[in-house]
Every structure is written in C-alpha cells, then in structure tokens.
C-alpha cells in the first residue's frame, strides 16, 4: 500500500520531486541533418510529411505501454494512428525518471501526456487559423488534419513551421471523454507485426559492429568471488578471445555466445572459490527462523482497537499458518546488455525498467558522468519487477571496461538467470480471528515474517519497511473492530527484488484464505461475510492511501453475479472467490472454478471483475488480466528452495510454469468508472491464488494453507 | 571446425564452426537471424523453435552436425511480409505481451497446421504445450491458431 511512494522512489535514482521526472518544456533534440519538425515538447514531433513521431517514457515489457501511452497522445492530439510512430525514450534531462513498475505507467503518465497532446493540437489549429485568417474557434481537428470554415483543410505536416514558431500554450483545453475517438477502443498492440515476423529487438537480439559476446562465471553462492582461476583450457575453445577478472566473477568473451558459454564451462572446472557469508544458508534454516519470529516481537503496520485484548475476549479463536516460499521472475528472456566503450563516454543497449538507474550505475562503474552514458532502452523479454535492478547492466559495463571497450554483450543463461535473480522472498503468517458467542468478527491478527524486500533493496533498515512487507495485509478492508498486522524481519543474506504482484501476492493469499476458513467456521457464505463486512463503508484510510469501499464491492458483486456464484455444482467442482483494493487504487475480485478428481487439480475458469478507472484500452486491459492470472496460477506450484548458499532450482525443469494446458478460461468484466487510469499489470496476480485455493475447499473440505500446493494433500 | 553448407530460409550458407555448435547459436550469432530466441538452451521452453524440413526442432538442442541437408526455415522466412495465416491471426488477436516467446510459438503452430490443417483444441494443447509464455498470452494463442486455421471467430469481441 504505502510502499508504493517509497518504491518508486527508491528503485529509481530520481523522480521523487518531479511527476516521475515528466517535462513539458523540454524538447526533443534534433537529430543531425534533422528536417523541420514540430516538436513543442519531449513526448511528439510532427514531421513535414504529416507523420508523427511519439516518444514513450516507460518501458515496454509486454504490458502494452508502447501503444496505450501514444494513444493517450494521439487522441487529444486527433492523429491519424496509422501515421504514428513509436520510439523509446532515452534517460536524460527530458526523462529523468523512466522507472516502469507498480501498475503505474498510465496513470503517473496520463495527466502528462494529454497536456502534451492537446498542447500541439491547439497549436497546430492556431497556425492554420493564422494562415487562413480566420477565428480560432471556427477550426477544429481531426485525424492529422485541421479543418476551417469553407471546407479549408491543412495537415498537420504542411503547419509544421508555422506552429514551432507559436509560443506554447500554459494551460490547452484537454478533450471530453464523449469526444474520444482511440481512447476507450480496442488499439492492437503497436509492435504486433515485427514481432510475429521475428524483426522486434529484444535486448538479446542487440547487433552492433564487431561485438563479441560475454558469459560471467560467477559463483553459485551469492557472496562468493573467485579465488583462483586457470583461464587455459577456456581460451583453448575456438572463438574464446579473452578471459577478464570482473567484481562479480569472471567473464569469457567470445565471437560468439556459445564459445563464450563453453569456455565458461571449462573455466569453471578450473577455478576455486571463496564463499563467504552465504555458504550455510539453506531454506529449512530460514523456515525455523520465521517459524520463531511469528511468535516473537514484531513491526506495527496497522493497529485498530485492541486485537489482543479482543482476542483474549472471543468466544472462540481460530487460528492458522500460512506459508509461501521464495519464488523467481523466470522472465523467457534472460539478463543481458551490451556495451561499448567510446572515448567520449559509452552506449548501453539493454532492456531496462530503471533505465536512468541503469545509466547512473554504469557510469559509476566506468567513472563517467550519467550524461556519457547512453542507454538506449530495447524490448523486454518479461520484467515482472526483474529488471528494476541494474546488476546485470552494471556487470555489463564492467565486463566491457575489463575487456577493453567492446561492444559485448553479457548474455546470462538459464541457469545463471535463476541463481542469481533477485527473488522474491519467502514469508510465513499467522492468522488468528476471534469470534464472539453469536459468532461475529470481533479481532484479527495477521503477523507476518520473513526477509524485507526493501532492506535487501535499500541495504539498510528503512522506516516505512514495515509498510511494505505488510501491503496486502495491513489493508485487510472488512470492518472488524479489533486490527493488528505486524510484521517480523528475518535476515536472508540473498538478493532480493519485487516480482509482479509484490508482497500483495503473499499476504493477500494468507488473508483471504483465512477469511474464507473464518467464513466457513462460522457457516457463512463467504461471499456474504464479505459483503456483510464490507458493509456501508466508504472512503477508507489505510496508512497513506486510501480506498473506496464502495468500488471493492462492486467488483466483488459483479465477479459472484458473472461467475454463477451459489449455483450448484457437481460433486468435486468448488467455486472460491478473492478480492483487493490494491493500493487503494484499482479493485478486482476473481472468482476461481475448480475440480479435484484422482489428486488432480483442475482450474476451469477464473472470472475477474476489475475497476481501474477509465480504461485507455480495453485490449490491453483483458491482456494483462490474462496474463495476471497465469502469473498468479504459476506459483502455485513453483517455488526457490536454498541448500549450502545456493538455489536448488536452475532451470525451468524444477520452476514448472503454467503452459497451455493447464491456463483456464478467463472472463473479464470491467466495472466502468470516471476516475482517472489507476493500473491493472499486477492487481489480477495476487487473486489467483486464493481464489483457486478456496474453490478447492469447497469442492474437497481439504485447506490449503501452503505454496507450493501439495497435491497428494487433497 | 568443420564447414558446412546450410540452407536457411531458402538461401544457402557457408558456415564453419564446431558440429557440436547448437544450430541456435549459428542463426542468431552467426547468421543474424535474431527471430529464433533464446530462453532455457535445455529444449523445455520451445522459444528456439525452427523446422527442420517440415518438423518443428528445438535449435537449441539441435547440434549443427546432426542438420544435414534438411532445409531450415526460421520465422524470418515462415512469411517475411507477415503474411502467413498464422501472422496474421497473431497480430489480429492481439496475442503477444511482450513477444519474446511468440516466434517460437508460431514457428510451433505452424508446424501443426501443415500436418494438420483443423486441429482441436486438444490437439492445439499438445503440439504447443511445451512453449512457454511467463506472460501468460495461452488463450490467445489457442484462439489465434483456430483463427488461422479458419476456425472460430476471427476477432475477440
Ligand atoms: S531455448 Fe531452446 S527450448 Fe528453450
Ligand atoms: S509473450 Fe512474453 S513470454 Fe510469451
């Protein structure tokens, strides 16, 4: 919930003053030899031709935002889509904070990128009112084009000079939604075609002139380093031209990845290692320690009445555990960047969510200034939270510096990919709800333990870490007159890092089991309770957001209603239902039908209601429920497990994601709303889990109460 | 090091290198045909997919040594303007998230259309089980090749 600011601040290196670091009075630099173009602010330029370029601020990673964010532009600027064009934004003075995560890239860009669009419009308009001598107000616009009285007509290429010469407007009128012609309907995805012909480039697919190809062998061990090495036998393999000490291990660079990746492997029988601090941790330590700290002191993240008391008090309390263990990105693309070192500074090339992050480390590792160091943002293979961190691009610019320049491109392999992703952590919770003679809600307890993401993030203890790990938790929002949700750090000497979902995925999973066990152990319906205990509340503080209650059960109802909540099913079928208002911003509710027959789990379909606000584009939106769901789906059963300092998983072997299989139908509804866009990349993900895990108590009596699910248990 | 003549995309190429080199590495390193992608080098992930004559291969379980004079085709040369049914019903459906599995997915889809021209989706389920997406586009993907096969409806209402 709160953590959100805090994230956003942290993850990147600047933007905490600026909205994200979004400018309307930069402007676009002219590429050399440059024609006239329109350019009145950092975001467009309208070309002489009438085409129209966009610059978008965030990074795509399958999300969308290279066509939802264009769009936003387009429309109040009445383009003609087909005449778009899309390029990535450079981190710079113009995008000082192009940080993409947290469900944020329409909502932190909207505000910004309609005045953007509207105020090339209303210039455009002005310099055809200009040239045809009329009032301004007989004009008006429509795809690429300004139309005045009598029919005149003028695109927006023929007032290209004419409206870089007008000053820019402060404050141009933005259009009413009625007026929309692109926001609202279903856009395809802007890079659909060179995608499915092969031509969009991945960071991986990077090409420069005489680039070689780079494979750190770095030790299993998170804190190991290299103590001796004999680079021999590496340099034997054809196509292997150097081997270079780096600070996180040491890199075979070759003419290509696979001698890079065999050298590698023949380094590796000849080199020994220093271990460090990390070579005893292992899991089933870690769980004995949370296990032990659920009982212990622990952080207040929200205190409402006395739970303790009131548990004291209750006629009856209820109590359980739940567990959920370290999990990994497994994005298809594995880490990698390329690097070349000029004598004026160095270019980067790789897919980034921290894009300024990743020029700022890279400058430090080479001694330059961020402005030397250009990064040139590529596609993303899957982020999910993996590529805010800029280890992997930092590593590159080192190896490049080591090996004499470049370009090099560091390629990571699965397993590298694995061992040294920035995992998610594990956590453990204890619930306890106390009940009172008639049976009534009168005190939860939800304690949460595990490693903090933001301390490992941070690399201290912050103060509003508690906040962060209880997100999900702390804004449990049915009305319980007695609250308390704290949370126990416990140390984990791994790296650690967001992934799509945050800790919501964790402690909503615990939290709405366990609501459903409440319910159940009352003889509740547990959409009832839900809605009895969601009651009539309306705007709702939690920490520093707040929610609108009223949205959340909209949802909630519309997900029961669509999915048939309440009908009666065959025997073994279940139907389990979730909700969240996340980050006080977007609220969802998924309804999960499953059946378990001979020990088989089957998820038949999942039903989501969601109101994220205005919805730019409802392809998008669907997709990203979609694939939400399918995320949460997958860590049903997956799960990082550490032995002697290193992850016992190296590959998609022992990470078993969701395939086609197994991907239930998916129903989307979308509770329409006025608010401005609030995000929907993470909020389906948390939901998955608990749905489905409620739906088989339902079909089978058996609770669920641990990740990943043990089937032989139903 | 050995030298060998590969025809890729209906053109012919001299490459010499190891015949233990996984054909992915020549495509993409030497080749620059980048389509093919890389994902898990361990075959379990599907985003290496080319054909190899008319079958569908993991390239990058495929060594150079064992290609022979089979034809490769990768998705740069499945349909370069994007024409194939399959292209089309993708970018129709709007199926890619961020992309970087569906070459190998089409490449796999095709692969099942040319031997079976209306597949169930059962059918659809086992040729493409194997693929992964972490970005979770399966019921599109389903949908998309259905469309392709001239199955269904044509676009998600
Ligand atoms: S890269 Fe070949 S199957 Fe994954
Ligand atoms: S679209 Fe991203 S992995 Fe499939």
């Given at each position: 919930?709160?953590?959100?600011?805090?994230f956003?601040k942290?993850?990147?290196?600047?933007?905490?003053g600026?909205?994200?670091?979004?400018?309307l009075?930069?402007?676009?630099?002219?590429?050399?030899?440059?024609?006239?173009?329109?350019?009145?602010?950092a975001?467009?330029?309208v070309?002489?031709?009438?085409?129209?370029?966009?610059?978008?601020?965030?990074?795509?990673?399958?999300?969308?935002?290279?066509?939802?964010?264009?769009?936003?532009?387009?429309?109040?600027?009445?383009?003609?889509?087909?005449?778009?064009?899309?390029?990535?934004?450079?981190?710079?003075?113009?995008?000082?904070?192009?940080?993409?995560?947290?469900?944020?890239?329409?909502?932190?860009?909207?505000?910004?990128?309609?005045?953007?669009g509207?105020?090339?419009?209303?210039?455009?308009?002005?310099?055809?009112?200009?040239?045809?001598?009329?009032?301004?107000?007989?004009?008006?616009?429509?795809?690429?084009f300004?139309?005045?009285?009598?029919?005149?007509?003028?695109?927006?290429?023929?007032?290209?000079?004419?409206?870089?010469?007008?000053?820019?407007?402060?404050?141009?009128s933005?259009k009413?939604?009625?007026?929309?012609?692109?926001?609202g309907?279903?856009?395809?995805?802007?890079?659909?075609?060179?995608?499915?012909?092969?031509?969009?480039i991945?960071?991986?697919?990077?090409?420069?002139?005489?680039?070689?190809?780079?494979?750190?062998?770095?030790?299993?061990?998170?804190?190991?380093?290299?103590?001796?090495?004999?680079?021999?036998?590496?340099?034997?393999?054809?196509?292997?031209?150097?081997?270079?000490?780096?600070?996180?291990?040491?890199?075979?660079?070759?003419?290509n990845?696979?001698?890079a990746?065999?050298?590698?492997?023949?380094?590796?029988?000849?080199?020994?290692?220093?271990?460090?601090?990390?070579?005893?941790?292992?899991?089933?330590?870690?769980?004995?320690?949370?296990?032990?700290?659920?009982?212990?002191?622990?952080?207040?993240?929200?205190?409402?009445?006395?739970?303790?008391?009131?548990?004291?008090?209750?006629?009856?309390?209820?109590?359980?555990?739940?567990?959920?263990?370290?999990?990994?990105?497994?994005?298809?693309?594995?880490?990698?960047?390329?690097?070349?070192?000029?004598?004026?500074?160095?270019?980067?090339?790789?897919?980034?969510?921290?894009?300024?992050?990743?020029?700022?480390?890279?400058?430090?590792?080479?001694?330059?200034?961020?402005?030397?160091?250009?990064?040139?943002?590529?596609?993303?293979g899957?982020?999910?939270?993996?590529?805010?961190?800029?280890?992997?691009?930092?590593?590159?610019?080192?190896?490049?510096?080591a090996?004499?320049?470049?370009?090099?491109?560091?390629?990571?392999?699965?397993?590298?990919?694995?061992?040294?992703?920035?995992?998610?952590?594990?956590?453990?919770?204890?619930?306890?709800?106390?009940?009172?003679?008639?049976?009534?809600?009168?005190?939860?307890?939800?304690?949460?333990?595990?490693?903090?993401?933001?301390?490992?993030?941070?690399?201290?203890?912050?103060?509003?870490?508690?906040?962060?790990?209880?997100?999900?938790?702390?804004?449990?929002?049915?009305?319980?007159?007695?609250?308390?949700?704290?949370?126990?750090?416990?140390?984990?000497?791994?790296?650690l890092?967001?992934?799509?979902?945050?800790?919501?995925?964790?402690?909503?999973?615990?939290?709405?089991?366990?609501?459903?066990?409440?319910?159940?152990?009352?003889g509740?319906?547990?959409?009832?309770?839900?809605?009895?205990?969601?009651?009539?509340?309306?705007?709702?503080?939690?920490?520093?957001?707040?929610?609108?209650?009223?949205?959340?059960?909209?949802?909630?109802?519309v997900?029961?209603?669509?999915?048939?909540?309440?009908?009666?099913?065959?025997?073994?079928?279940?139907?389990?239902?979730?909700?969240?208002?996340?980050?006080?911003r977007?609220?969802?509710?998924?309804?999960?039908?499953?059946?378990?027959?001979?020990?088989?789990?089957?998820?038949?379909?999942?039903?989501?209601?969601?109101?994220?606000?205005?919805?730019?584009?409802p392809?998008?939106?669907?997709?990203?429920?979609?694939?939400?769901?399918?995320?949460?789906?997958?860590?049903?059963?997956?799960?990082?497990?550490?032995?002697?300092?290193?992850?016992?998983?190296?590959?998609?072997?022992?990470?078993?994601?969701?395939?086609?299989?197994?991907?239930?139908?998916?129903?989307?509804?979308?509770?329409?709303?006025?608010?401005a866009?609030?995000?929907?990349?993470?909020?389906p993900?948390?939901?998955?889990?608990?749905?489905?895990?409620?739906?088989?108590?339902?079909?089978?009596?058996?609770?669920?109460?641990?990740?990943?699910?043990?089937?032989s248990?139903? | 090091?050995?030298?060998?003549?590969?025809?890729?995309?209906?053109?012919?190429?001299?490459?010499?290198?190891?015949?233990?080199?996984?054909?992915?590495?020549?495509?993409?390193?030497?080749?620059?045909?980048?389509?093919?992608?890389?994902?898990?080098g361990?075959?379990?992930?599907?985003?290496?997919?080319?054909?190899?004559?008319?079958?569908?291969?993991?390239?990058?379980?495929?060594?150079?040594?064992?290609?022979?004079?089979?034809?490769?085709?990768?998705?740069?040369?499945?349909?370069?303007?994007?024409?194939?049914?399959?292209?089309?019903?993708?970018?129709?459906?709007?199926?890619?998230?961020?992309?970087?599995?569906?070459?190998?997915?089409?490449?796999?889809?095709?692969a099942?259309?040319?031997?079976?021209?209306?597949?169930?989706?059962?059918?659809?389920?086992?040729?493409?089980?194997?693929?992964?997406?972490?970005?979770?586009?399966?019921?599109?993907?389903?949908?998309?090749?259905?469309?392709?096969?001239?199955?269904?409806?044509?676009?998600?209402?």
């Open positions: 919930m709160t953590d959100r600011r805090d956003l942290i993850a990147g290196v600047a933007g905490a600026l909205v994200l670091g979004l400018r009075d930069a402007k676009t630099r002219p590429g050399a030899a440059a024609a006239p173009e329109f350019a009145p602010n975001f467009l330029a070309r002489p031709d009438g085409t129209v370029r966009i610059t978008v601020p965030k990074t795509e990673m399958g999300q969308g935002v290279r066509t939802a964010l264009p769009l936003v532009v387009a429309e109040e600027m009445d383009l003609d889509w087909a005449k778009v064009e899309v390029i990535n934004a450079n981190p710079g003075p113009d995008f000082k904070s192009m940080q993409t995560g947290g469900s944020t890239s329409v909502s932190s860009t909207w505000g910004t990128l309609r005045k953007a509207a105020t090339a419009r209303e210039m455009l308009k002005a310099a055809a009112a200009a040239r045809w001598n009329v009032d301004l107000k007989s004009c008006r616009t429509e795809k690429g300004v139309l005045g009285p009598g029919n005149q007509k003028l695109g927006y290429g023929a007032l290209v000079e004419a409206a870089a010469k007008l000053p820019v407007p402060k404050d141009p933005l009413s939604p009625r007026d929309y012609r692109l926001l309907k279903r856009t395809p995805r802007f890079d659909g075609p060179d995608i499915v012909t092969g031509k969009a991945f960071g991986l697919d990077v090409r420069r002139p005489g680039q070689r190809f780079a494979a750190v062998l770095r030790s299993t061990v998170c804190t190991g380093r290299p103590m001796a090495w004999d680079a021999g036998k590496a340099l034997e393999v054809p196509g292997v031209v150097d081997v270079v000490k780096v600070p996180t291990g040491i890199a075979v660079i070759a003419t990845t696979w001698a990746l065999k050298g590698r492997e023949r380094l590796a029988a000849d080199t020994t290692w220093e271990l460090g601090s990390a070579q005893d941790f292992n899991s089933a330590d870690l769980e004995t320690f949370m296990r032990e700290a659920l009982t212990g002191p622990g952080e207040e993240a929200r205190k409402q009445g006395d739970a303790e008391k009131a548990l004291v008090a209750a006629a009856k309390v209820l109590e359980a555990e739940y567990s959920f263990p370290y999990q990994a990105h497994a994005t298809v693309e594995p880490m990698n960047a390329t690097v070349q070192i000029r004598p004026e500074g160095a270019e980067m090339w790789t897919g980034s969510q921290s894009p300024n992050k990743a020029q700022a480390t890279a400058a430090a590792a080479l001694g330059l200034k961020p402005e030397q160091v250009k990064v040139n943002v590529a596609l993303i899957g982020g999910f939270g993996r590529r805010l961190g800029t280890d992997f691009s930092t590593e590159a610019a080192q190896v490049a510096k090996a004499g320049g470049g370009p090099i491109q560091v390629v990571w392999d699965r397993e590298d990919d694995f061992r040294h992703d920035l995992h998610h952590p594990a956590t453990l919770h204890r619930l306890r709800a106390g009940l009172d003679a008639s049976g009534a809600l009168t005190a939860w307890a939800h304690r949460i333990a595990g490693p903090s993401i933001l301390h490992s993030w941070v690399g201290q203890k912050t103060p509003s870490q508690v906040l962060a790990e209880a997100n999900g938790a702390l804004d449990i929002p049915y009305a319980i007159p007695a609250i308390r949700v704290d949370y126990a750090e416990v140390a984990a000497p791994t790296p890092g967001w992934w799509r979902g945050i800790e919501i995925v964790p402690n909503v999973f615990a939290r709405e089991c366990f609501f459903d066990e409440v319910a159940h152990a009352v509740k319906d547990p959409l009832q309770l839900r809605l009895d205990l969601l009651g009539n509340q309306g705007l709702v503080k939690f920490g520093r957001d707040e929610a609108d209650i009223r949205r959340l059960k909209k949802v909630l109802q997900a029961a209603e669509k999915a048939g909540w309440g009908r009666k099913l065959p025997a073994g079928r279940g139907l389990g239902l979730a909700c969240h208002a996340y980050d006080g977007t609220y969802a509710a998924e309804v999960a039908e499953v059946s378990v027959e001979k020990g088989q789990l089957r998820i038949h379909k999942v039903t989501c209601a969601v109101d994220c606000g205005f919805v730019v584009n392809a998008g939106l669907e997709a990203q429920v979609e694939g939400g769901i399918a995320f949460g789906l997958s860590a049903l059963f997956t799960q990082i497990t550490w032995e002697k300092g290193h992850t016992v998983q190296t590959g998609y072997q022992e990470f078993p994601l969701l395939r086609l299989g197994d991907m239930p139908e998916v129903e989307t509804h979308v509770v329409q709303s006025a608010e866009p609030s995000g929907i990349g993470e909020p993900v948390p939901l998955a889990i608990p749905a489905v895990l409620n739906a088989v108590f339902a079909a089978t009596g058996k609770r669920i109460r641990k990740v990943p699910v043990d089937l248990a139903i | 090091m050995a030298a060998f003549t590969l025809t890729v995309n209906g053109q012919s190429h001299r490459v010499e290198a190891s015949p233990e080199m996984p054909l992915l590495w020549v495509l993409r390193d030497r080749l620059g045909l980048t389509g093919t992608k890389f994902g898990c361990q075959g379990l992930c599907g985003a290496c997919t080319v054909h190899l004559g008319d079958a569908p291969v993991r390239s990058c379980k495929t060594r150079l040594g064992d290609v022979g004079s089979r034809h490769i085709t990768t998705i740069e040369g499945l349909d370069p303007h994007g024409a194939h049914p399959l292209q089309k019903a993708w970018v129709e459906l709007d199926v890619a998230q961020c992309g970087y599995c569906q070459t190998g997915q089409i490449m796999t889809a095709a099942l259309l040319a031997k079976n021209p209306h597949p169930s989706d059962a059918d659809i389920d086992h040729a493409l089980g194997r693929n992964a997406c972490r970005c979770g586009t399966y019921l599109r993907i389903r949908e998309a090749v259905h469309a392709a096969a001239g199955q269904r409806r044509e676009v998600i209402p």
